[in-house]
Structure formats: C-alpha cells, structure tokens
C-alpha cells in the first residue's frame, strides 16, 4: 500500500506523533504503531483520535495474529452477521476518519478478503442474503469472482438477490450491451432489485435510460403498485434501441408476467418489420396494443 499524505506541512507535536501511528498502520506495522500511540498518549493524554487509532492498531495486531493461523471457516450466518457489523460500523469509520476513504478502502481491504475467505463454505440462504461471499466480492469491486461466487447458488437466475449480483458484477465486467439480458430478467422477477442495481452500478447510458422511462411512463398504463412500474422497462427499451434486440432477446423466459410478454411481443415484431411481412404486423401490434395501450403508443411513435 502507497503511504498516504500525511500532514506535513503542519509541524505541530500532536500532528507529527499521530502521522507517526498512522505511518505504521498503513505499513502494517502494529506494534510499532502501538508505541507510536502510547507515546502520543503520554504527551497528549486528551487527543481525540486516541480512542479510534487504538481501535485501528488492535484490530490490526488481531488481524495479523489471524493470518498466521488456519482459516477459521464460519459456519453460521449469525457469526458472519456480527463480523460484518463490526467492520462496518466500528472499523470502517474509524479508518476513514483517520486515514481518509480512499487510503481507508485500501487498509480495509485485507479485513474483508479474510471474512470472504471464512464466509466461502456458507451456502446461500434467502433470509440471510447478505451473509454471503458474493455481496462482500461486490463491495471490493471483484467483478470476476462475485461472478462465479453467484454461479455456485443453485437456480441462482430465479432467485432475486443472486440474479441482481450477477447482473451488477456483469454490468461492470463487460458493459451494458453484454448485460442486457440479466436486466430484463430482473426486471420481471423482481422491479425493486433492479432499481437498485442501477442506483448501485452507475452506469450512465443505463442510468440515462432509466431516467427517460421514468419520464415518459404512464402510471395509469401500468400496475396499480408503481415500484413494479419497471417491470414494463426491457420492452420501453426496444421501443427506443431497436438495435439491443439482439442483445435483449437473449433474455431467458420468466414467469410470462403482461410486461414480459409485450417484450416478446416487441422482439417479433422488429423481427416481423425486418422481413417485411405487413399482415403479421398488423396482429402483433393488435396484441400489443391489447396488452398495454401506452406502450404501444410509445412504440407507434417512432414507426
């Protein structure tokens, strides 16, 4: 790890023996930061960042003493559910508030690799989604390994949580074109996962996408519940990106929902235009029309 830039240009006592522990922290170093820190203690008995470097060098000494031994595999959720809370809510902010985000990110990166390694044996349980490796693989932005730690889950493409990690990993791995089937796949399993995969991934075509369908939807069009409003969001997309048909049509078929079968609807009418057969037009778009009148509309508009 890169030293990060300490305040040197302060030369205050304080500054200069606290950039002392940090120095030794981000070498890995714990007992040399630990006696960097007492004799910050005795000098200055009342600093505030006493309390949260101790917290860094103790979870750092413990962390080292791990490693040297065997990999302690967890076997329970509720074992990996106490670990991540407390590197997320006690160790995270600590380190960020000592050695800034981006240093902090690097720091803890170790921390959540040793719980991803312990975590590897816990099989995926709904009521426990994010005590599993592919959601901490996600956090580290390990596109490739998430990927495969989701393709261990068993019907993993019919299941909310799994279907949104492989879609997110694959949207950063191989871009949007590559991942347009997953998305419209949880589009029609589950609207709200995909809404937070987007928020998430921060894709900006997608994102821009996003925000034009939620522009143009008609509410009254769609389901009376507005969060599956998304649903109908694969088939809007053909409407505007007839070339991602090919892409898109590779979507595997779901649960047969009215928003999944207007895609269907859509992939072979482009396909019907392409050969030019006029009569079949006419009664796919009579479906269509049948099947949601705002989107045929939207669809009329740009023939």
């Not at 040197?8 to 170093?29: G, K, P």
Request: hydrophobic share 50%; aromatic share 8%.
């Amino acid at each position: 790890m890169q030293p990060m830039q300490l305040d040197i240009f302060n030369d205050s006592r304080d500054v200069m023996l606290r950039n002392d522990v940090l120095q030794a922290l981000l070498e890995q170093q714990p007992a040399l930061a630990q006696t960097a820190w007492c004799t910050l203690q005795n000098e200055y008995p009342d600093d505030a960042h006493l309390p949260p470097l101790q917290l860094l060098i103790s979870a750092l000494a413990a962390f080292k003493d791990r490693a040297a031994q065997p990999v302690a595999l967890l076997t329970q959720h509720t074992a990996l559910q106490l670990l991540q809370h407390n590197l997320q809510a006690q160790l995270t902010p600590a380190a960020e508030q000592q050695l800034g985000q981006a240093a902090a990110q690097l720091w803890l990166r170790p921390f959540w690799q040793e719980l991803i390694a312990r975590a590897a044996a816990l099989p995926f349980a709904p009521q426990w989604e994010a005590q599993h490796v592919a959601p901490m693989l996600l956090h580290l932005q390990d596109w490739a390994a998430a990927m495969d730690a989701v393709t261990r889950i068993a019907s993993w493409r019919r299941i909310p949580a799994p279907l949104g990690w492989m879609a997110q990993a694959k949207l950063h791995a191989v871009g949007l074109a590559g991942s347009w089937p997953l998305l419209a796949e949880l589009a029609w399993l589950s609207p709200k996962r995909l809404e937070a995969v987007i928020q998430t991934a921060q894709d900006a075509p997608l994102q821009r996408l996003k925000d034009q369908f939620d522009a143009s939807f008609e509410p009254d069009a769609g389901l009376v519940d507005a969060s599956q409003d998304l649903a109908w969001f694969p088939a809007w997309v053909l409407t505007q990106r007839p070339q991602d048909v090919v892409h898109l049509s590779a979507a595997q078929p779901g649960q047969h929902s009215d928003p999944e079968q207007a895609f269907r609807l859509l992939v072979n009418l482009l396909g019907l235009e392409r050969q030019g057969r006029h009569h079949d037009i006419v009664a796919y778009r009579k479906q269509l029309r049948d099947l949601n009148g705002w989107l045929y509309g939207v669809y009329m508009r740009t023939r």
